[in-house]
């Protein structure tokens, strides 16, 4: 399978916060998150960077 795994930034360490994402979707300062099961995951930031051969994306949380 090829889904990402989603992890926030803080303090330099990377917290993983969902596994198997389908959907990402940018809405205003929010990242909405969603798995295969139909999880869902809403993080107050941004988008810091998606690594597509690593399945990885990466957030930085918003103060």
Known sequence: ???SHA???RNGEEEK???DVTFLKPEG???V???LFGDEVTVKGRI???LFM???ILLTEAD
């Open 48 to 50: 810091e960077k998606i």
């Open 29 to 31: 300062d929010r990242i």
């Open 1 to 3: 399978m090829c889904e």
């Open 17 to 19: 916060i969902l596994d």
């Open 33 to 35: 998150l969603r798995n």
């Open 54 to 56: 690593d399945h990885k």
């Open 7 to 9: 992890y926030v930034v």
